[in-house]
């Protein structure tokens, strides 16, 4: 792994894509900055080196083209107290601003471009948008994981620009490391729950882990896919009726597989999709007309928690219900303490990014897990054994 340990960045002007694709308020405050923190080390590595950094990201989805809303400029006072030093800004990513803000960079300052996106060129991976970026600086760093997946021209064709001089910023290659050691290296019994609205989108990765896994437990609005797929009453859950075949499919490989499927025995129910709705507990595969699952019930809870507590190995991607609604949170909540408490006994957990890396953070629990990945889409794709452009673009 080609990992910034081993280089010396003294006298470089070192070109990072890193993700800053954070959250802000309307008053463009940032409301949640861990993806600017999960960068320090790799940043702090080049400028104690004696190098400078050059941060390229994206924010946002812009549509056309430079939007007040979508600027990097919010972030500079915010990362210039992170860093400690000076953060210089931009106003372009390309052309004469970009270049003059480069070239009178010093050793040990920071320098951050305007938003990649606000060009069209970098999600179609431009060749000569890309070259434009190279000539900024000396080496390229990749510690962007969140958009590995994407073929980009700051996340892969970039990378041409430097044959001899490319590697994985420290949290990239974490990234790598963490998710190998889930899928090469896993300590039995392996436990993965899988969670989120839909089975399509989950399938692949599914697909794989029964090959892998000891145990799969399934939750969230997928899990009543599965209910109805059994013969279940669901009442108005939420359901992929084209994707019945496919659930009763999965439970077919997991029996011939011998991976133990659970799904939640019971679930908290509500007339309406509200926090303030009227809420029962009913068994998951008899809910009555009008009524829909939210969350998982009490005694899905003890299940899920006891598979949880006798594991060694866990991999959590997706909440168990609606977790942002106060009214179901709690079935989330038992899922994340029951991995914290398998961690303190010795687990090994990893938290698959997106709504589950949201839910850990919310109950203030991501320093008590073993890892918790930055990257929702990119995850899913390298674990379902796609090839990710921006990691291969580094190796080849």
């Not at 056309?64 to 800004?89: N, W």
């Not at 989330?332 to 006994?345: G, R, S």
Request: proline share 3%.
């Amino acid at each position: 792994m080609k990992t910034i340990d081993t280089y010396s960045f003294s006298g470089k002007k070192v070109l990072v894509r890193v993700d800053f694709n954070v959250p802000l308020d309307k008053s463009f405050n940032i409301t949640d900055d861990n993806r600017m923190r999960a960068a320090l080390p790799t940043i702090s590595k080049i400028l104690q080196d004696g190098g400078s950094a050059i941060l390229m990201s994206h924010l946002g989805r812009p549509k056309e083209g430079p939007t007040e809303k979508y600027s990097l400029r919010h972030l500079v006072s915010h990362l210039q107290a992170l860093c400690g030093v000076q953060v210089h800004f931009a106003d372009d990513c390309i052309g004469p601003k970009a270049k003059e803000a480069a070239s009178t960079l010093k050793a040990g300052e920071v320098l951050l471009l305007e938003n990649l996106r606000f060009h069209k060129e970098e999600e179609k991976g431009d060749e000569g948008f890309a070259a434009e970026l190279a000539s900024l600086g000396d080496v390229y760093v990749n510690d962007a994981f969140g958009t590995a997946h994407r073929a980009h021209a700051s996340t892969t064709i970039i990378a041409k620009h430097f044959p001899n001089d490319k590697l994985f910023g420290y949290l990239l290659a974490g990234e790598l490391a963490n998710a190998k050691k889930v899928l090469e290296e896993a300590e039995r019994p392996f436990t993965a729950i899988m969670g989120g609205a839909k089975v399509s989108d989950k399938i692949l990765i599914i697909t794989r882990l029964l090959d892998k896994v000891d145990n799969l437990l399934i939750v969230g609005g997928m899990s009543y896919t599965f209910m109805k797929a059994m013969g279940g009453t669901i009442g108005k859950s939420l359901v992929e009726e084209d994707k019945l075949d496919l659930a009763r499919e999965v439970l077919k490989q997991a029996e011939a597989k011998g991976v133990k499927l659970y799904l939640p025995k019971d679930s908290v129910v509500a007339d309406q999709f509200a926090n303030d709705a009227k809420t029962a507990v009913a068994p998951s595969n008899a809910i009555e007309d009008g009524w829909m699952g939210l969350d998982i019930g009490p005694e899905a809870e003890k299940e899920f928690a006891a598979v949880i507590a006798a594991s060694r190995t866990i991999l959590w991607n997706g909440p168990a219900g609606v977790f942002e609604m106060a009214s179901f949170e709690h079935g989330t909540k038992t899922l994340a303490d029951a991995i914290v408490k398998a961690t303190e006994n010795g687990a090994f957990s990893l938290i698959g990014g997106g709504d589950s890396a949201a839910a850990i953070s919310k109950f203030g629990l991501e320093k008590q897990v073993s890892y918790v990945s930055t990257g929702g889409g990119a995850l899913l794709e390298y674990m379902e054994g796609k090839e990710l452009p921006g990691v291969k673009a580094i190796l080849s």
